[in-house]
């Protein structure tokens, strides 16, 4: 029982000091972002590449749909958020489509060119109650998130 508890004291003492890891995939982002229908914008894709996330998708403008791409790159963490900034949109630069897509709480914010993803929503996340965002990092097609208290 002594060797039990010895183990578990360990592990609690490693996650206080390293944190814990919660990796987002892929086909968990494509969801957060497809959680609420959007008018006439349309979220088909979410790829997390080497420190940069693309989000593809099609809007309807005059009944016509064009395709666009939404890159983001990394930018800093705040309590339980990651903030992401605009690098560009592809085919065009509309300002509209960045509003309909993130300024959507409690999933996103959008503050100019600031993307905020709210981790809080996130199921993972809400397992564990305490501790903020301590750093992330992309590795393998997933963000690591690491948490500390």
């Known amino acids: 029982m002594d060797r039990f508890l010895n183990e578990i004291k360990k592990k609690v003492q490693h996650y ?15 969801k957060l ?9 349309e979220v088909t894709h ?7 996330i693309r989000i593809d998708g099609t809007f309807t403008k005059m ?12 930018a800093h963490t705040e309590d339980r958020t990651i ?7 592809a085919p065009l630069d509309a300002s509209w489509i960045h509003k309909k897509i993130f300024n959507r709480p409690p999933y996103f914010s959008i503050d100019g060119d600031l993307i905020g993803f709210h981790m809080e929503v996130i199921k993972q996340m809400q ?12 590795e393998n097609g997933k963000i690591q998130v690491v948490l500390k208290a």
């Not at 390293?18 to 982002?29: A, D, Q």
């Not at 972002?33 to 914008?41: D, F, M, S």
């Not at 979410?46 to 940069?52: E, H, N, P, R, Y």
């Not at 397992?127 to 992309?138: L, N, Q, S």
């Open 16 to 30: 206080a000091e390293n944190g814990v890891t919660i990796p987002i995939n892929e086909t968990m982002l494509r």
């Open 33 to 41: 972002l497809q959680v609420k229908k959007i008018e006439q914008v």
């Open 46 to 52: 979410a790829a997390i590449l080497d420190q940069m």
């Open 63 to 74: 009944r016509v749909p064009v395709k666009y791409s939404i890159y983001l790159e990394p």
């Open 83 to 89: 903030y992401f900034r605009l690098r560009r949109t």
């Open 127 to 138: 397992h564990i109650p305490v501790g903020k965002i301590d750093t992330f990092y992309t």
